[in-house]
């Protein structure tokens, strides 16, 4: 760091809503980042004319959201919610969001695009920025989350025209804005992605810039004076010793650990010697005195003693060991050094979560692959088993068939030749088809031989001929008055 040099000076920043107007204290208000325009993750596309073409649309939509219980029992908004109800009247979906505020037409009419470089650290997107919506913030103490950090955003539309592309992307022609959803966690914990990467709403945030003028002038004025009191002290001011001595004793001084020096000399009166901090670049002034011995004068600088001054100006100082420096320069190389650090311990943050986030899914994919394999195996078991009881349940239907014409046919030999080499691929029946034509051959012999083969029997009654005719007149006609 060495010879770097900073010059901070502050200004305000204000908060709206203790900015540029007074609201009702139930209000407060955010600003979102809507959407961009082009291809987005939600494999839809729409152009930055239609999205303007939809503006006075987003006047007065409300600002929604669900907050709901965690796994872990805490307490965080959703999604976009929704349920769907089934009931003995039907079946409905139920909407589960709230609303928390709406778009101000004030936001609508000051509405713009702005760049935004997205998480990975060369996507560039046009977002429109909607500033000074209102959320109803001491109603629902909940919604006052979005003030202390920045949640996701997911916007609603209801589409009126539209078609597939060439890309295989739904491109919105027609739209209209119904709603601007506020995304916070799953049920797991994790963060709900926005389809529009950066897209977002938190506290809204109002430069004041005449503010910032004005104290910019001040700081000046303030500077002006200070070189003109350091010029008047340099003037009146003993030199007890060459300059170079003040700097070679604060040059023992180091920052932390390093080589470079903490201090840098700005001037020296009767009693102080002023500097310059080159860590917190603040001017600090310290006691000091010149102590004398038969051969030389020795410097003594008490660093007990520091105290912290206000800048000043003097006359130029043109003695030997003391160098000026650009505050522009010094500014500029800090500047670069800082975000030359800045850059590498954010490359290694991306980088560490790079590398987590690609071991997690590497993790969640052997898991997967490990599930795969196992459901894969199990289905085949299943199917095998499945396989065999169906092929087991066939045999036995098979063999109860022919158990079952095995009485009605009996011993015939086209049965036990066809039993013999039965066929257990065969349906059942197509084998109950050929049984039945078979019983039915069977049972058509059998009466043929019963119907068609008559043998006629002869029975002796009586071992005497006996005639029953008569030879009288009368035959039998009076045998009952003859006994």
């Not at 604060?250 to 010697?273: G, M, P």
């Not at 039965?422 to 084998?431: G, N, Q, R």
Request: glycine share 4%; aromatic share 10%.
């Amino acid at each position: 760091m060495g010879d770097s040099k900073i010059i901070r000076y502050a200004t305000k920043i204000q908060l709206v809503p203790s900015s540029m107007r007074k609201l009702n204290k139930q209000f407060s208000l955010v600003d979102i980042l809507l959407c961009y325009h082009g291809d987005n993750r939600n494999r839809s596309t729409i152009s930055k004319e239609s999205i303007e073409s939809a503006l006075p649309s987003l006047y007065g939509i409300p600002i929604v959201g669900e907050y709901i219980y965690l796994d872990d029992g805490s307490q965080d908004f959703g999604s976009h919610g929704g349920k769907i109800i089934i009931s003995d009247k039907g079946i409905k979906f139920e909407d589960t969001t709230k609303p928390y505020g709406f778009i101000t037409k004030d936001a609508v009419e000051n509405a713009q695009w702005v760049e935004i470089t997205e998480k990975d650290g060369h996507t560039v997107h046009e977002y429109l920025e909607l500033k000074g919506c209102i959320i109803w913030s001491q109603r629902y103490e909940e919604v006052s989350r979005i003030l202390e950090e920045n949640y996701g955003q997911s916007m609603e539309i209801e589409t009126l025209r539209g078609y597939w592309n060439d890309n295989d992307y739904y491109e919105i022609e027609e739209f209209v804005f119904s709603a601007a959803c506020i995304l916070g966690s799953n049920l797991d914990g994790t963060g709900v992605e926005p389809c529009f990467e950066s897209a977002s709403i938190g506290r809204h945030y109002s430069f004041n810039t005449d503010s910032f003028k004005q104290e910019f002038s001040n700081m000046l004025d303030e500077y002006k004076k200070s070189q003109v009191t350091m010029k008047k002290l340099n003037k009146e001011g003993v030199q007890q010793m060459e300059l170079k001595k003040f700097v070679e004793a604060l040059s023992q001084v180091k920052i932390n650990d390093t080589e470079n020096a903490k201090y840098r000399l700005l001037s020296v009166s009767d009693e102080k010697v002023f500097v310059l901090d080159l860590e917190d670049y603040k001017a600090y002034g310290f006691n000091y005195a010149v102590t004398s011995d038969e051969d030389s004068n020795e410097l003594v600088i008490d660093f007990d003693s520091k105290c912290e001054m206000s800048l000043s100006a003097c006359d130029k100082i043109t003695e030997e060991g003391f160098e000026e420096f650009s505050i522009s320069d010094a500014i500029n190389s800090q500047a670069q050094k800082e975000t030359d650090i800045a850059m590498q311990k954010f490359t290694e943050t991306l980088q560490a979560e790079y590398d987590a986030r690609i071991e997690e899914i590497r993790e969640k994919f052997n898991e997967l692959d490990r599930n795969y394999n196992e459901a894969l195996n199990e289905l085949s078991a299943f199917k095998n088993a499945e396989a065999e009881r169906k092929e087991q349940e066939h045999k036995d239907d098979v063999d109860a068939i022919i158990n079952e014409f095995s009485k009605k046919i009996g011993r015939v030999p086209e049965f036990l030749i066809y039993k013999a080499r039965l066929d257990y691929s065969k349906p059942v029946d197509e084998i109950r088809k050929d049984l039945t034509l078979m019983a039915g051959k069977s049972i058509m012999d059998t009466h043929s031989k019963a119907n068609f083969s008559y043998t006629p029997v002869s029975t002796t009654l009586f071992k005497q001929k006996q005639s029953n005719q008569k030879s009288d007149r009368y035959g039998n006609l009076l045998d009952k008055f003859m006994k």
